[in-house]
């Protein structure tokens, strides 16, 4: 498997351990971490990133206004971006896939319901 980078975008460390532990079983190991969209585009133009796993409520810059801002951006209009949604409300859902969400993943998920989605984006 190529060697790809995830971006983890969530303000709750619990999330982020339980993301990241999931994604090193399924065979990711480079993971980037940013506790809110504002932190989330500065991990961007740092370095390479192949997919992000962003959540909707954080501080300072909120999962939808992280999507409309990276999909304004050019050179991140194809960067597979799932959102994580507490609870699948239909409202949520079509905002996110308005702004330019590739996917979604609805809390709580399996390791297997993240597998999926995530190959099915990296084509893996
Ligand atoms: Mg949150």
């Given amino acids: 498997m190529a060697e790809k980078t995830i971006l983890i975008v969530d303000d709750s460390i619990t999330m982020r351990k339980i993301l990241k532990h999931h994604l ?27 997919l992000i796993i962003c959540d909707w409520n954080m501080p300072e810059m909120n999962g939808l206004q992280f999507l409309h801002t990276v999909r304004a951006i050019d050179n991140y209009q194809n960067i597979p971006i799932v959102m994580v949604t507490t609870v699948n409300t239909q409202d949520e859902v079509m905002a996110a896939l308005k702004a330019g969400a590739s996917s979604y993943i609805t809390k709580p998920f399996s390791k297997e319901d993240l597998k999926t989605k995530i190959n099915q984006l990296l084509n893996e």
């Avoid at 079983?25 to 809110?36: D, F, M, R």
């Fill in 24 to 50: 090193t079983q399924i065979g990711y190991s480079n993971i980037k971490e940013a506790p809110n969209g504002a932190e989330g585009l500065k991990k961007l133009e740092e370095e390479e990133i192949n």
